[in-house]
């Protein structure tokens, strides 16, 4: 370990300047607080991603507890709530409150900060063969950014009027005037500064993660030996860098409409609560939805690509076969990033879009089925008559292409304008969101958490409960979200506390309890995972090989227990592509290996 | 122990790299602050202002900072420190000088009535988009403030043209970016 450190020192020219203050014996802050070790930045990503989806989970099972159970108390939940079950209910506001936040927390916090974070910071530098980031330092300062964030949206929690609760999307009036609602007054203050600090760690961490794709590759890793994993998360970055500072600009014009009195999203308001007719004219809350789909659909996708690149790497490791159709991955990748611009006005089909321009929008929305259906025929062949070792990443990679294809289905629903006035802020679209996104996200995060933990932490995951943990995420997933697409085709609206006044969705009472004890199970199956995580860094059997799921990439040519630097003495050179599984009668042939004169082409 | 360096693809520093991946993501800001008052704009009953005949002035003053900026590059590189010293400080000051004439013709279209509160309007837009052009316009004197004090202490000694490089890209990018928020306001209002 030493010995890589000294190379970083002496030999890294480009990180010369930031590494000039490391030394040989580092504090505990400076190696495990304040690092610029990529390795450990992935690690506090991952950490405090894990903490914030326990909290996000735990507000879906409490707002669940009442949508399930419409006209009952449960007076514990005053005992540790307080205020927010005030008589042992949860009050409307309180709901609106918790699903904004399981939003919010969930989207930006988990799946984005989260997955993309974790690693992007970990198997970038890991699997390109850099000894780390362009900028060390700004890749720090996106960590503390995104920590500074959260707790600022922490803060918001615990305030009198407690946080935002006009949903995660942050429609003006709602989230423009502090009279409109308790949330839209200091919480909303919070929710903005959170975010826009989240915005900047976003920037700071994509920059990096695309100059060092492009920049720092070792000799010989042409961007098309590239593994699919470091495609995807390359164009997250990108995705991220073009779309992110443009919610700024939103959340920008927010702030003047909140404070300085403008009329940038505002027109014709007359408050209830204050009596009050403001004086604002001529703004328009369609701009500030513009403005925020622009980010919103490549959100959606910053938070699918570096599943599908984790789930790609990993079928095929445990397939023993060459990915089926790199180019095509890589092709389809960039169309997806390109479309993901030019679809945004799908969420707002009922708006009074123009229905001319709403049908180019269509066209383009479904345009995005076909590089979604070559990924997904590009993964079943991958997986075709092969000798599928079925370790707990690969499991969760498969459930990962299973959700994806399932919740794509009802996304070809949704891109049909005239189907999507039916459907429209019906739990449908719960459905197909949680279904494409959040679940299947979560196991593209699954996938890769169990399949480099190794490389994490030298240790590997305990099996037997990783089983316990698909299998029963996977039969929960779809028995919380499959019965919810019937709920919204039969017109049940979303972002309602109690039905029992709409007689028509009263035959939905018994499948509500069911979903909401389903999903009771789902969340205490995920304290599993936890404690399996935490459990296996110090307990967990160790790793005594260098490749122990016979991998062909660069990541695991390192040390068990790389140093700062990842490799001691010289980076290994790259002659091949990622994916030589099962070629020439061998099981596969490592990057690093040179092509033989008598070897066949793949 | 050098060969791990030539390992390492270099065609482009990556902190130049950076520098531009960055600069996209700011041009995205922009393009996005000017498409909303496109999208505005469009939408009728939108009340347009006379533009302060300062900001010609001020165009002007950041247009010559640009050229001082390069100067002062190409002394750097011609190790020609003296030079270079001086041209940075005149880049420095021509960049003070620009953010404070946009804040008084600011403060001149107040006067003239075109205030935040109130109905919607391209002043309104004029104030956020200037206003956060001039926060960008800072950030670059701060940087150019550090490099400044840099220049002027004795014990560094660094012939490294990188950061100057990256400094000088930056400054022209603020000043094409002011040339082209200053043409599509004069045109829209
Ligand atoms: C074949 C591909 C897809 C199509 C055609 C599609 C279409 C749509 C449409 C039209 C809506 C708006 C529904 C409405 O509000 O009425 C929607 C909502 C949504 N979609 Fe998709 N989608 C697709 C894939 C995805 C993927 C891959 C993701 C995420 C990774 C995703 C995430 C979302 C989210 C988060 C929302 C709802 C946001 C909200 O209103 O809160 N979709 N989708
Ligand atoms: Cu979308």
Known sequence: ?602 | MTEAVSTQRKKIHPHKFTLWVGIGSIIMMFAGLTSAYIVKGSMGNFPTIKMPQLFYYSTAVILISSFTMQWSLKAFKERGMQQYRRLLTVTMILGVGFIAMQLIAFSQLWESGTKLKGATGSGQFLYVIFGLHAVHVLGGVIALIIMFIKAFSARIRNYNPVPVEVMSTYWHFVDLLWVYLFVFFLFKS
């Open chain 1, 1 to 602: 370990m030493s010995h890589g450190h000294a190379e970083v020192l002496t030999t890294h020219e480009v990180h010369h300047d930031e590494h000039g203050v490391h030394h040989h014996h580092q504090s505990f802050i400076s190696k495990y607080v304040f690092s610029q070790d990529h390795k450990i930045i992935a690690k506090q990503f991952l950490i405090t991603g894990m903490i914030w989806a326990i909290i996000g989970g735990l507000m879906s099972v409490l707002f669940r507890l009442q949508l399930g159970y419409p006209d009952q108390t449960f007076p514990w939940l005053e005992d540790i709530l307080g205020n927010w079950a005030k008589g042992g209910k949860i009050t409307p506001e309180n709901y609106y409150a918790l699903v904004t936040m399981h939003g919010t927390i969930l989207v930006f916090f988990v799946l984005t900060g989260g997955l993309s974070g974790t690693f992007a910071n970990f198997l970038i530098p890991l699997q390109v063969g850099a000894r780390d980031m362009a900028s060390p330092m700004m890749n720090m300062l996106s960590y503390w950014f995104f920590f500074g964030g959260s707790i600022v949206m922490m803060s918001s929690l615990f305030i009198q009027t407690g946080p935002f609760s006009g949903g995660w999307t942050a429609y003006p009036p709602l989230s423009a005037l502090g009279d409109a609602s308790p949330g839209s007054k200091t919480g909303m203050d919070l929710w903005i500064t959170a975010m826009a600090m989240f915005v900047v760690s976003s920037l700071l961490g994509g920059l990096n993660y695309v100059s060092t794709v492009l920049n720092l590759r070792t000799k010989g890793m042409s961007m098309t030996r590239l593994p699919l994993t470091i495609w995807a998360l390359f164009f997250t970055a990108v995705l991220g860098i073009l779309s992110f500072p443009v919610l700024l600009s939103g959340f920008i014009l927010l702030l003047f409409d909140r404070h300085a009195g403008t009329s940038f999203y505002l027109s014709d308001i007359y408050i209830a609560a204050t009596n009050q007719a403001l004086p604002n004219e001529g703004g328009s809350a369609i701009l500030y939805q513009h403005l925020f789909w622009f980010l919103g659909h490549p959100e959606v996708y910053i938070i699918l690509l570096p599943a599908m690149g984790m789930a790609s790497e990993i079928l095929s490791v445990n397939s023993r076969k060459p990915i089926f159709g790199y180019m095509a991955m890589v092709g389809s990748l960039f169309a997806i990033t390109i479309l993901a611009f030019l679809v945004w006005a799908h969420h707002m089909f009922v708006t009074g879009l123009n229905p001319f321009l709403g049908s180019v929008f269509v066209l383009l929305t479904l345009l995005i089925a076909v590089p979604s259906a070559i990924k997904v025929f590009n993964w079943l062949t991958t997986i075709w008559k092969a000798n599928i070792k079925f370790t707990p990443g690969m499991l969760f990679a498969l459930g990962f292409v299973s959700l994806f294809i399932s919740g794509g289905l009802t996304g070809i629903f949704l891109g049909n304008s005239t189907l999507d006035i039916h459907l429209h802020d019906t739990y449908f679209v719960i459905a197909h969101f949680h279904i494409v996104m959040g679940v299947s996200a979560f196991f593209g995060m699954f996938a890769g958490i169990y399949h480099w933990f190794p490389k994490m932490y030298g240790r590997y995951m305990n099996s037997t409960l990783a089983y316990i943990h698909f299998w029963v995420t996977l039969i929960g997933a779809y028995l919380i979200f499959w019965p919810m697409h019937y709920e919204g085709l039969a017109g049940m609206p979303r972002r309602y506390l109690d039905y029992s006044n709409w007689a028509s969705f009263n035959q939905f009472g018994d499948l509500n309890r069911f979903i909401s004890t389903v999903a009771m199970i789902v969340f205490s199956i995920q304290l599993l995972f936890v404690f399996n995580f935490f459990y296996s860094i110090f307990k967990g059997r160790k790793v005594t090989t260098q490749n122990p799921w016979g991998s062909t990439t660069l990541e695991w040519t390192a040390p068990i227990h790389p140093g700062h630097g990842n490799w001691e003495g010289e980076i290994p050179e790259v002659h091949r592509w990622a994916y030589d599984y099962s070629k020439d009668g061998r099981d596969f042939i490592p990057q690093t290996e040179p092509i033989a004169a008598n070897e066949s082409k793949h």
